[in-house]
């Protein structure tokens, strides 16, 4: 059985709550520097990399630089920060729900990812919350998509990581959303809805499949009313990607704000906050795995299309919405 190469700790430290950005050199290969392989390896290009090797920004595993004609060594490690583009900074804050030495529960903003990805990286919970709390080891139990708001589980101790991330896992967690859509008396609710979700990797929308074996299992509610919108209990057994979203709008109840369902809207300025999406993480429930306590934590945002309903109820569903 082949045994898994442990990782060295990381020699640089965290650059505005970012990892440094590790490489292991092949066990197998033709390069006769390390030079050579992070050349051929990386899109950055060769003069990116004679750059930052003359600098000594690419580290070795003893924190040494490394130098342009280091021989390779295969299965060896190095490190570097990326040099990131500017971001559009989210402005509004990540309260704080509940913190002790093992976890911390955030209660998320609309706009903001809650872990580095794509053009996201340090406008992220997890970048904010390193920084502010001081927490270099804090890492995601699960993750929340960037225009949802409400709680998200974050880890204090990496070796405890995984306990919490089996959480959610095996269904241990019960989670609650809340959601403001049109209301259709037409419409029966509450109701269960099942189907098959699938979700391709470049593509913004998810798919229902018709007549597959459902992956994806939604309980939706009416819990209140205003003029033409209504506010919903989401309870999702599942966890597909934008499954709340994809089956409110099989439904036909789009969730207010979304930019991708029913139509995929046209891009607008990274920085138009102004119409989030009406979807909001509100409770999470679940038994401690380190400390056996059992917690209920409940988000203290109010969606803004309940709170001005008539502005909302004006414009829609077919309100300006965002990109994903």
């Given at each position: 059985m082949r045994r898994k190469r442990r990782i060295p700790p990381s020699p640089l430290p965290q650059r505005d709550g970012i990892d440094a950005f590790r490489v292991m050199l092949p066990l197998d290969g033709a390069w006769s520097t390390v030079r050579e392989h992070l050349v051929e390896r990386l899109a950055a290009g060769p003069a990116v990399i004679d750059a930052m090797l003359r600098e000594g920004r690419i580290v070795g595993a003893d924190g040494a630089a490394v130098t342009a004609d280091a021989p390779y060594a295969p299965g060896s490690w190095v490190w570097f920060h990326r040099d990131l583009a500017p971001e559009v900074p989210v402005p509004f804050p990540i309260a704080i729900v509940y913190r002790d030495e093992h976890i911390v529960v955030a209660d998320k903003p609309h706009f903001l990812a809650t872990t580095p990805r794509g053009s996201h990286v340090t406008e992220t919970a997890l970048a904010r919350l390193r920084r502010e709390l001081d927490l270099p080891a804090l890492g995601p139990a699960h993750r929340l998509d960037r225009l949802t708001a409400g709680?998200?589980?974050?880890?204090?101790?990496?070796?405890?990581?995984?306990?919490?991330?089996?959480?959610?896992?095996?269904?241990?967690?019960?989670?609650?959303?809340?959601?403001?859509?049109?209301?259709?008396?037409?419409?029966?609710?509450?109701?269960?809805?099942?189907?098959?979700?699938?979700?391709?990797?470049?593509?913004?929308?998810?798919?229902?499949?018709?007549?597959?074996?459902?992956?994806?299992?939604?309980?939706?509610?009416?819990?209140?009313?205003?003029?033409?919108?209504?506010?919903?209990?989401?309870?999702?057994?599942?966890?597909?990607?934008?499954?709340l979203r994809v089956h409110m709008n099989a439904l036909g109840l789009p969730i207010l704000g979304d930019p991708i369902y029913p139509v995929i809207a046209d891009e607008v300025a990274p920085d138009d906050f102004r119409r989030p999406l009406q979807l909001l993480a509100r409770t999470l429930e679940f038994r401690d795995p380190v400390t056996g306590r059992e917690h209920r934590f409940e988000s203290g945002r109010m969606l803004e299309a309940w709170s001005a309903y008539e502005e909302w109820a004006s414009d829609g569903p077919t309100a300006p919405a965002h990109p994903s």
């Open positions: 709680l998200v589980l974050f880890v204090v101790r990496s070796e405890e990581r995984g306990a919490y991330q089996t959480l959610f896992g095996d269904k241990l967690v019960r989670k609650e959303y809340e959601a403001v859509a049109a209301h259709d008396p037409g419409i029966a609710l509450p109701r269960t809805v099942r189907s098959r979700i699938e979700k391709e990797r470049g593509v913004l929308a998810a798919r229902e499949v018709p007549g597959a074996e459902p992956n994806a299992e939604s309980r939706i509610e009416l819990v209140g009313q205003r003029g033409g919108l209504g506010r919903y209990r989401l309870l999702p057994h599942t966890g597909r990607t934008h499954q």
